[in-house]
Nanobody
Framework: QVQLVESGGGLVQAGGSLRLSCAAS????????MAWFRQAPGKERDFVAA????????YYADAVKGRFTISRDVAKNTVYLQMNSLKPEDTAVYYC?????????????????WGQGTQVTVSS
């Protein structure tokens, strides 16, 4: 089992920045890819970004390219999501996820473990 705990959400004005953290514990060596998803009220959970634990290869949704950066600290078993130039449409609950699979996996069904989520609200 892998446990994931997100933090760093909050309320920010449009154009501002936030950094989310996802601390992993448990059988972390089994997680090959970590990702962030987000879910707005009444909408499906959407892929935001992913990163491979070993090589640090990153993937991004088109909606966040150039504004968000995913990174990881292997020693701390932590994944980060730096969010800049935030827009009201970025408002959502952001979830961290982990999978034993490798590669570009933008679907929720591809992930084995999930955090509880952290709320990000961007005011206009």
């Amino acid at each position: 089992q892998v446990q994931l705990v997100e933090s760093g959400g909050g309320l920010v004005q449009a154009g501002g920045s936030l950094r989310l953290s996802c601390a992993a514990s448990g059988r972390t060596f089994s997680s090959k890819t970590m990702a962030w998803f987000r879910q707005a009220p009444g909408k499906e959970r959407d892929f935001v970004a992913a990163i491979s634990w070993s090589g640090g290869i990153t993937y991004y949704a088109d909606a966040v390219k150039g504004r968000f950066t995913i990174s990881r600290d292997v020693a701390k078993n932590t994944v980060y999501l730096q969010m800049n130039s935030l827009k009201p449409e970025d408002t959502a609950v952001y979830y961290c996820a982990a999978t034993v699979a490798v590669g570009y996996i933008p679907r929720t069904s591809g992930y084995d473990y999930w955090g509880q989520g952290t709320q990000v609200t961007v005011s206009s």
